[in-house]
């Protein structure tokens, strides 16, 4: 079946550290693929998205490349800031024809960054 | 534009009382999903709705779960009779055709 699988956290870095989170699947179609972001107390929020191989998403400085080769979808940051302290969700969808697939989330990691 | 609504944001009840959860998604949103979070289960999908019919029920737990939707404009989660396993997070999101889901803030429960 369709699954995520992410690095385990929590993950405790200082600012401006290079940040990467792990994200594998497995998906019986083609894939799009998705992180999440979740700030204290809030929903979840798009953070950035893939929908086909070798497509890179980005946003806020957060970088994903879409590696079919590997099923992977790492995340990515170059220099970390006390404001990305949040929970991580990588996340994908296959669609069916015209109709929406499930979304399947990643268990979450947490990260929290140090002044 | 307003985001998806939820109410209530903080639920406190006691074992066996019935739970009403609701939500208003996005104008002109044609998907709408529940989901539960939990610190052992993640993330669940418990139910989605396409045009306000469901979809996908799989995820609703148990018989004690119950979703509708109306109209296209407001969907609850009903929980009865509660019970203190079901202390979650409970997010809406609604969605237009394929693209990118919109979470509400979630609805806290806490059943004792």
């Known amino acids: 079946g ?10 405790t870095l200082s600012e401006e550290a290079f940040l990467t989170i792990n994200c594998t699947y497995t998906a ?12 204290p107390g809030e929903g979840l929020q798009l953070l950035l998205k893939a929908t086909k191989a070798d497509d890179k998403g980005s946003n806020k400085g957060f970088e994903a490349t879409y590696r079919k ?10 220099s970390v800031q006390v404001s990305d302290s949040a929970v991580y969700f990588c996340a994908l969808s296959v669609y ?11 268990r979450g990691t947490q990260l929290t960054v140090w002044p | 534009d307003a985001g998806v609504i939820q109410s209530p944001r903080h639920e406190v009840t006691e074992m066996g009382q019935e739970v009403t959860l ?3 998604p996005i104008s002109g949103h044609d998907y709408l999903f529940w989901y539960r979070q939990t610190m052992m289960r993640g993330l669940e999908l418990l139910i989605y709705f396409n045009n306000n019919v469901p979809i996908d029920d799989s995820g609703m737990p148990e018989d004690r779960f119950s979703a509708k939707m109306p ?8 929980i009865q009779p509660s019970e203190p396993r079901d202390s979650a997070v409970y997010f809406c ?3 237009f055709s394929r693209r990118e889901l919109f979470f509400g803030e979630g609805s806290r429960l806490t059943v004792l």
């Not at chain 1, 069916?96 to 990643?106: D, I, M």
């Not at chain 2, 109209?71 to 009903?78: D, G, H, I, P, V």
Request: with cysteine; proline share 4%.
């Open chain 1, 28 to 39: 019986t179609g083609y894939p799009s693929l998705f992180w999440y972001v979740q700030y």
């Open chain 2, 71 to 78: 109209n296209a404009s407001f969907s609850t989660l009903k």
């Open chain 2, 22 to 24: 609701r939500c208003k």
């Open chain 1, 2 to 11: 369709d699954s995520v699988t992410q690095m385990e956290g929590p993950v």
């Open chain 2, 93 to 95: 999101a609604s969605s």
């Open chain 1, 69 to 78: 080769e590997t099923t992977s979808f790492h995340l990515e940051k170059g």
């Open chain 1, 96 to 106: 069916r024809g015209s109709t929406l697939g499930r979304l399947y989330f990643g």
